[in-house]
Structure formats: C-alpha cells, structure tokens
C-alpha cells in the first residue's frame, strides 16, 4: 500500500503474544514491517501493542524514521556480500539486466522495498523471518558505492 508520502508497506509478520500476569493473560501483537520508497530507501520496523492496528502504525513509524540508503548501480547492487548475523546467513549478489528479483521469504519484501530489480540471493541459516529480515537490512547497510 503507497502512502502519501509515496512509501511502500509490507507487513512480514504478526505475531500474538501472551503473558501470564496475576489477573489472567495479558495478549498483545508484534508486527514487523519493512517500508522503502522504490529508490534507494528502505527502513525495518518492529512494532509491538495491544491490538494489531497500533502495532503496525508503531512498526512503520519506526521503519520510517530509520531508514537507510541503498547503492543501486544500474538497477543492481554495486557488489555481492555474505553476512551472517546472529543465526541468520545470506549471500547477495549482483545480477544483469532482466533476471529480476531471485530472492525467497523475507529477503524478497526488503529488496523490493529498496526498489532494486535484478538480483540474486540465497539465505543459507536459519528460517526466521524476523532474523532474516534485519540480515538483509544490514547487508544493505553495509553496501558500499564502487
């Protein structure tokens, strides 16, 4: 969904939560939410309330206050890079002209949120979405201008 300030929206999770307290369960959501701009801009969020709603405006106003810019050299990334953080590990790299977005769960709402169009990636840890989200968020970050 495109906002008026023109960002990108995808919610990656929701998950219910609970927690034992004297008076019974005390449930709440934590929705993560990747946001971008389509060029060159993209943001992680983690929002956490009572009902769903909050949670998701909490995430995206998080995602969009720390954003990040992303080198995109001919509608690519600049280099390949493997990162592994915590027991997430993935491996991003460059692809030419018109292969498109070869990237799987997650990763694949990060880099469409960036607004790059052709790469190739492959997570190789762990199955977390949430783990691998924040990989892929750091891996970007870490990308350098050639």
């Given amino acids: ?15 219910r939560v609970s927690k034992k307290t004297s008076g019974g369960n005390k449930i709440g959501f934590s929705t993560l939410v990747v946001v971008g701009n389509k060029k060159g801009r993209v943001g992680v969020g983690l929002g956490k309330a009572v009902d769903v709603a909050s949670s998701i405006r909490k995430a995206s106003s998080y995602a969009k206050k720390h954003m990040i810019d992303v080198p995109i050299v001919k509608t690519s990334i600049p280099h390949e890079i493997r990162l592994k953080l915590g027991a997430a590990k993935i491996f991003l790299k460059p692809a030419p002209p018109g292969t498109g977005i070869r990237a799987g769960g997650s990763i694949r709402a990060v880099i469409e949120a960036a607004g790059i169009k052709n790469i190739v990636s492959k997570i190789l ?22």
């Fill in 1 to 15: 969904m495109i906002n008026g300030d023109e960002f990108v929206e995808k919610v990656i999770s929701v998950n």
């Fill in 125 to 146: 840890g762990t199955d977390n979405k949430a783990s691998n989200v924040y990989a892929a968020f750091a891996a970007l970050k870490k990308l350098k201008k050639v």
